[in-house]
């Protein structure tokens, strides 16, 4: 027969199972919160495959008023850079265009204007103020599609010697830029 | 005003219907002119999510974004390509999420299993319960029995 102690700490046992199992959900729960409020865990994120990888090959047409570029260009620059692809016809680019400008100074943009009619892209970065260093249109949108670009706004943060370093599928916010892409394109600059 | 709007509403309905299931592929100038690969663009598009939508597939789907992938599979297709090289084509620029049917990891295999291991679980946590039940009560100790005589005495 069994001794007393045993029955006691299996009940025990079997009172604190269920508790430990709802603890651990809620402890899961907890971290993938925390997660999104950091900005590690984004559930909308689709694109991991794009991180680490050489940037596709392209080689786009000027959009004025800058001049285009290829995939050979990002190959071949020797600091971090940003690439942002936009258009005139996308609500959140107009919100993002003000942080672009500001991030002018600490970070090149280089700026993909997809599936824009040229003179519409030329004006929206002319009443904007353009962030872009260099300017390139991507009218029929399928070099977009061999980024992995689902819609527009966006950016992608480019390594010297061009694999992707980091990306986002959305408009930039002040606190990204701050908490991910900077700190980012600070070490790459080392 | 309302009762305008009322008047208009089966009109509103009707061309819904009419428009809704036509945005997609059925534009003839979207199509390859070879039937049979035609009909196999279609069935890889079927597979394939509208990452604009994301529940429907970019056949069904009237974003422009799905209408540039149906444009990029039926190029594939014409050049000959696999349905496999067309997949993977497509998850190597939009990962997994592109697929409107998982494959089979690890990862999707335990959440397949999920419902049948918890009902496996609560049986063996049923079994236990009732055995536990069905124990017949520990003898009493020679201590507790004398307590009891003392205590009936």
């Known amino acids: 027969m069994m001794p007393p102690g045993s029955l006691l700490s299996r009940r025990r046992v079997l009172t604190i199972a ?30 991991a495959p794009a991180l680490n ?5 392209f080689a786009l047409p000027d959009q004025a008023p800058g001049h285009g570029f290829s995939s050979a260009d990002l190959g071949a620059a020797t600091a971090p850079l940003l690439v942002n692809f936009f258009a005139s016809w996308c609500i959140p680019c107009v919100i993002e265009a003000p942080l672009l400008i500001s ?29 872009y260093a260099r300017l390139a249109a991507d009218r029929p949108g399928l070099t977009a599609i061999d980024w ?27 606190e990204i830029i701050d908490r991910q892409v900077l700190p980012l394109a600070a070490e790459l600059r080392r | 005003m309302r009762r305008l709007l009322l008047a208009l509403l089966p009109a509103v309905l009707l061309a819904t219907i009419l428009v809704g299931p036509a945005l997609a592929v059925s534009d003839p100038a979207e199509m390859l002119k070879n039937p049979r690969q035609e009909a196999r663009a279609e069935a ?9 939508c994301q529940n429907e597939s970019i056949e069904d789907s009237g974003a422009d974004l799905a209408r540039d992938l149906r444009h990029v599979v039926r190029v594939h297709v014409a050049a000959g390509d696999s349905n496999r090289q067309i997949m993977d084509w497509m998850v190597v620029r939009y990962g997994d999420f592109i697929r409107l049917r998982p494959r089979l990891t690890w990862v999707t295999l335990l959440l397949w299993a999920s419902a049948p291991l918890a009902l496996v679980a609560g049986l063996v946590a049923a079994w236990l319960g009732m055995r536990r039940r069905a124990l017949p009560p520990a003898p009493l100790e020679a201590a507790e029995r004398i307590r009891i005589a003392e205590l009936l005495r």
């Open chain 1, 103 to 131: 991030l002018k100074g600490r970070l090149p943009v280089w700026g993909i204007a997809y599936k824009d009619r040229p003179d519409d892209a030329a004006g929206f970065v002319t009443r904007t103020g353009s962030p």
């Open chain 1, 18 to 47: 269920p508790l430990a199992g709802a603890a651990a959900v809620g402890v899961g729960f907890w971290a993938m919160l925390a997660g999104m409020g950091r900005g590690s865990f984004d559930p909308h994120d689709i694109h």
């Open chain 1, 53 to 57: 990888r050489q940037v596709p090959p």
């Open chain 1, 148 to 174: 992995g670009v689902s819609g527009v706004p966006e950016s992608f943060l480019i390594r010297p010697g061009g694999t992707i370093a980091w990306h986002t599928a959305g408009p930039l916010t002040q």
């Open chain 2, 44 to 52: 890889i598009g079927s597979q394939l999510r509208c990452l604009v």
